[in-house]
């Protein structure tokens, strides 16, 4: 049976590679489009050197339409979409805004755009837990109210629902599945993909990995008089290898119609909020590596504490983030230890 072609954009990227080496063990043929602007073409090796497949590649940027255009016509039959390209250092977008809504939303309006013309039945969107701001109440669920976002990065993520949700409704002849992460952290556990840092990490796993491995001196955390039971905020960490399974569950529903509604959203989560102090402490026993930390002022714009509910992704998607804690502080340390034996950093 010929295999359904699905395009990933961002597909080097993060989130974008471990979920391509998920669609391709689950027999999907996937072509990926990265401008490689915060990635790394050896993605596809580690991609290959998993699944024994190497993915078409096309570099090329989703903003520039006739590149896409383009990539539709070379490779025929695109049934689904799992648009990762975007830029995402929420301190980056205070800095240029305009850089992170051009990016982020022409490459949605070029996609959506080009899908009726080339037959694309399903969209699946890489949203955030940044849409529902500091919460009123914990776990959040798909139907906790939105807030206004404190960053453009968080903007983008907001307008971009909201574009999906006019397109379909205005009788675009697509559905579309909206993914809610909340904080996607660890690799493959093979090492051999996972998550690039640009510069110094902004985000606190690839910062907590680099101190234990002695490319950073300390570990800041910021804030522990926070009103949370040890006084440090509290996120729930996914395993990144859980969340790229949700995307071939996502994707998998649109192509094969069965979403319920045209626009569907869900909450990627674990629905375990941990604060950063426990998950310092996780790290600690499960690799027995120390990180050296000590306590720091807040950081502007953080949110005290957010964590999922999942229920509607584990009842609707027959989804469930099925890692440890423990499991994922593993594969990230067996990343940063990857990235030091091949000298990268
Ligand atoms: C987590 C916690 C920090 C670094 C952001 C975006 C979100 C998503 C992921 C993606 C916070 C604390 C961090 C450090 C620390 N977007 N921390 N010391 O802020 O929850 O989410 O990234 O692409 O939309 O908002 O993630 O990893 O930056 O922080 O104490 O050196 O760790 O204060 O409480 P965040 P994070």
Not at 207 to 212: E, K, P
Not at 318 to 332: C, N, P
């Amino acid at each position: 049976m010929e295999k359904t072609r699905i395009l990933v954009t961002g597909g080097t990227g993060y989130i974008g590679s471990h979920t391509t080496v998920e669609l391709i063990n689950a027999g999907f043929d996937v072509v990926i489009i990265d401008n490689l602007s915060n990635s790394n073409i050896d993605s596809l090796d580690g991609i290959e050197a998993i699944t024994g497949v190497r993915p078409a590649f096309v570099k090329g940027d989703c903003t520039d339409f006739a590149t896409l255009e383009k990539l539709f016509a070379d490779y025929p039959g695109i049934k689904g979409i799992i648009n990762f390209a975007a830029s995402k250092a929420v301190g980056e977008s205070v800095e240029k805004p305009l850089l992170y809504y051009r990016n982020n939303l022409t490459t949605l309006i070029n996609l959506l755009d080009l899908m009726p013309r080339f037959g694309v039945k399903g969209f699946v969107f890489s949203s955030s837990c940044t849409v529902y701001g500091e919460p009123d109440e914990n776990p959040v669920t798909e139907n906790t109210p939105t807030k206004k976002a404190t960053s453009p990065y968080g903007n983008t993520k907001k307008i971009s629902e909201d574009i999906i949700v006019d397109t379909v409704a205005s009788g675009a002849p697509f559905r579309s599945i909206i993914l809610r992460y909340f904080n996607p952290v660890g690799a493959h556990p093979s090492a051999l993909i996972g998550e690039l840092p640009n510069g110094v990490p902004q985000n606190l796993i690839p910062y907590l990995t680099q101190t234990a491995i002695g490319i950073r001196k300390e570990l800041s955390v910021f804030g522990n008089d926070y009103p949370t039971p040890d006084g440090s905020c509290i996120r729930d960490f996914i395993n990144v290898v859980d969340l790229a399974k949700a995307h071939v569950v996502a994707v998998r529903r649109l192509v094969e119609d069965k979403t319920l509604e045209p626009v569907e959203v869900f909450n990627l989560g674990t629905g375990n909020g941990v604060s950063v102090l426990e998950l310092i402490d996780t790290f600690e026993k499960s690799t027995g590596v120390k990180v050296p930390h000590r306590i720091a002022p807040r950081r502007a714009g953080d949110i005290i504490q957010v964590w999922a509910d999942p229920t509607r992704a584990n009842e609707v998607l027959g989804w469930k983030a099925e890692s440890t804690l423990a499991d994922t502080m593993v594969s990230a340390w067996k990343w940063q230890q990857h990235l030091r034996e091949k000298g990268i950093m």
